[in-house]
């Protein structure tokens, strides 16, 4: 019975290694939200595939809406990326690079050179033509990203707990192991003089 279920999770095991090798990992993450004056910025937009095998025609937009001032909250078309056409406008001409990936699960773009004047409302679009043999369905995904820009990185909370506690943890981890050896050494202290007492 244990051979048996050995068996069976090694199989199971065999076949989750060959689905990850045949189906490429597609992970949709959140966009960081805060960039740092003078630093390149990465806005993360992903769409995953579920369907890879069908043939797909997409489409993708970013917008930018600066923080609103004087009432006014206008868009700006930044940057535009389909299979036929790139094209970077202002006012981001020659800060904007390309960094999605060529599957175009992933369409994020990278500011160069974050300015204050950077922060506010970034919309992505993606829009989905599917190839099938009957219809061409239409899919459209709009993500946005609030960006701040700031002079320097806030603190990392989590960050900070974490190493608080990883310190704390080695330690305790140290005197644990302190007391261990200290017990280990009196037990064999003991077993030493007992052996000597039954010698004589």
């Known amino acids: 019975m244990v051979t048996q279920y050995k068996l069976h999770l090694q199989s199971l095991v065999l076949l989750i290694s060959l689905v990850h090798l045949c189906m ?7 966009s960081d ?7 390149a910025m990465k806005l993360t937009c992903i769409s995953c595939l579920k369907r890879e095998e069908v043939s797909v025609t ?3 937009k970013w917008l930018y809406t600066p ?8 868009s700006y078309l930044i940057y535009e990326y389909n ?11 020659d800060r904007l690079n390309w960094n999605g990936s060529k599957d175009l699960q992933e369409v994020s773009i990278e500011i160069r050179n974050v300015t204050y004047n950077d922060s506010g409302l970034y919309t992505c679009e ?6 099938f043999e009957l219809y061409t369905p239409i899919f459209e ?21 974490s190493e608080i506690m990883m310190y704390v943890l080695l330690v305790f981890l140290t005197l644990w192991l302190l007391v261990e050896m200290v017990y280990c050494y009196r037990k064999i202290s003991k077993s030493d003089e007992q052996a000597q007492d039954t010698a004589y």
Request: net charge positive.
């Open 58 to 60: 997409t489409f993708v």
């Open 33 to 39: 939200t805060e960039g740092i004056v003078g630093k």
């Open 83 to 93: 299979t036929n056409n790139s094209n970077v406008e202002n006012p981001f001409k």
């Open 24 to 30: 490429p990992v597609c992970v949709d993450v959140q």
């Open 126 to 131: 993606i829009r989905r033509k599917f190839g």
């Open 67 to 74: 923080s609103p001032t004087k009432g006014k909250n206008i």
């Open 141 to 161: 995904v709009i993500k946005t990203i609030n960006l701040t820009v700031k002079e320097k990185a806030s603190d990392d909370t989590t960050a900070i707990y």
